[in-house]
């Protein structure tokens, strides 16, 4: 199976995307993986990536893109994979479109985790991380009550990342982003949406519940 995994942050896409992938014995290719590869491998496309990110720079789409296409095309890929980070807009999905033709395949499915904005904000602003030993707690789902670490009686902080405002504005920018997105694999007719709340389990279960048309 060819599935792309797209969700906004806070849904466990990461979570799902390990489970999916090894309950159909697929790799897991996230673009975070593929840069770490080739920067630590010291290929090419990753010393043109690392000089980008040296300078602080944005790694350009056409080097992402290379990337992807280079990892595709490894044996482990040939009858399936599971992407996760890319395409993150309709460009990109317009070019691996054409990308996978040019391979003689498509997407079978792009699997959309779905989960309502209210809860995301309760699932990442929730979050604590000790400044002694960086375990994370969450202030509901670990009834937090204090801000004393359980393990090892550090004390708590909020990450900038995870305060309400920042979660908030990296919502808008997904929505901007992958909106148009959701809509062109919709309009492709191989879009499905999976409710993405509750245990981890549950969510993995409705999961290949729903892929389960598309497996070979």
């Keep these: 199976m060819r599935l792309v995994l797209v ?15 090894s309950n159909l014995s ?7 993986d593929i840069f770490r590869a080739n920067v630590s491998g010291g290929t090419e496309l990753g010393k043109l990536a690392k000089e980008y990110m040296d300078r602080g720079d944005l790694v350009p789409d056409e080097v992402t893109i290379a990337m992807v296409r280079d ?9 399936g994979f599971l992407l996760d980070g890319f395409p993150r807009n309709v460009p990109q999905a317009e070019i691996l479109k054409k990308m996978l033709a040019e391979f003689g395949v498509a ?11 209210e809860e995301v904000v309760r699932r990442l602003a929730g979050r604590r991380t000790c400044g002694q030993c960086g ?30 405002e920042t979660v908030r504005r990296r919502l808008e920018v997904y929505q901007e982003q992958t909106a148009p997105l959701v809509s062109f694999y919709a309009e492709e007719k191989i ?16 999961a290949m519940e729903a892929l389960a048309p598309y497996v070979d």
């Design 7 to 21: 969700g906004p942050p806070g849904a466990g896409k990461g979570t799902q995307a390990q489970f999916i992938a």
């Design 26 to 32: 697929i790799p897991k290719i996230s673009t975070g």
């Design 71 to 79: 990892r595709l095309s490894e044996d482990d890929a040939r009858d």
């Design 107 to 117: 997407l079978d499915v792009v699997l959309e985790l779905v989960v309502d904005e």
């Design 135 to 164: 375990r994370i707690w969450h202030v509901d789902f670990d009834d937090k009550k204090d801000d004393i670490c359980d393990a090892c009686g550090g004390s708590l902080y909020q990450r900038d990342d995870d305060k309400e």
């Design 191 to 206: 879009l499905v949406g999976v409710e993405a709340a509750g245990p981890v389990e549950e969510v993995t279960r409705r």
